[in-house]
């Protein structure tokens, strides 16, 4: 089990760029999961697919943010049009099939927006 | 719509003092409740979740939590701090009909010697 892993650790962008972060969810876990924290909160949930199907985006999750997970394994979200309101730290998570399953959290993707 | 609050933004405790972490829930149904710590540059890893069973609940590293339906609270506490215990946590809530996790603003802890 190597953990949830996302790539690229730390991001920085100019405003009106685009930006795609990479997550790998844990192998046999079917859930993946997007978060947003900024400094000072807790996370807050941008969306989360069951396997390849995505199943709820949050209203917080502007027409410029685009995730997928094609295979239903590796997931990306993408930015379009970055803003320095962006610039949080981009949390993924994965978890097996059934309600309350535990959601493993991976280290991040930072993003700075200039 | 649901939500977590947590009281007291920071903590501080002695080493060996007991810690107290608050965490009250607004669900008009018993949810599942979670709680998450955060070391610094490091992602969240599960301390412990109440998913239904047994309402006072043991997790790692010598925490636990308990869930009383009355109060809407699920606090977290732990005997005895140790130093290594410093780090933010979190508390969290899920419905059970949806997967996402609603999570409270946090709990920076500080242990001193």
């Known amino acids: 089990d190597t953990g949830v892993s996302q790539d690229p650790r730390h991001k920085i962008t100019k405003r009106g760029q685009n930006v795609t972060f990479r997550c790998d969810p844990i192998s046999e876990h079917n859930r993946l999961y997007w978060y947003r924290q900024t400094l000072g909160q807790g996370p807050e949930f941008l969306t989360y697919f069951q396997n390849e199907a995505q199943l709820e985006k949050s209203r917080l999750l502007s027409d410029r943010f685009s995730a997928e997970r094609p295979k239903g394994s590796f997931s990306t979200l993408e930015i379009q049009r970055t803003e320095q309101g962006d610039s949080a730290m981009y949390l993924c998570a994965s978890s097996l099939d059934s309600r309350g399953d535990t959601q493993y959290f991976g280290p991040g993707t930072r993003l700075t927006v200039l | 719509a649901q939500s977590v609050t947590q009281l007291g933004s920071h903590v501080s405790v002695s080493e060996g003092a007991l810690v107290l972490l608050r965490c009250n829930y607004s669900?008009?149904?018993?949810?599942?409740l979670f709680w998450y710590v955060q070391y610094p540059n490091q992602g969240l890893q599960l301390l412990l979740k109440?998913?239904?069973?047994?309402?006072l609940v043991k997790g790692i590293n010598g925490f636990e939590a308990e869930f009383k339906k009355s109060e809407t609270s699920f606090h977290l506490t732990k005997p005895s701090a140790h130093m290594s215990d410093a780090a933010e946590y979190f508390c969290?809530?899920?419905?059970?009909?949806?997967?996402?996790?609603?999570f409270g603003t946090g709990t920076r802890l500080q242990v001193f010697p």
């Open positions: 669900s008009s149904v018993p949810p599942y």
């Open positions: 109440y998913t239904s069973a047994a309402t």
């Open positions: 969290a809530v899920s419905l059970h009909n949806t997967d996402k996790l609603i």
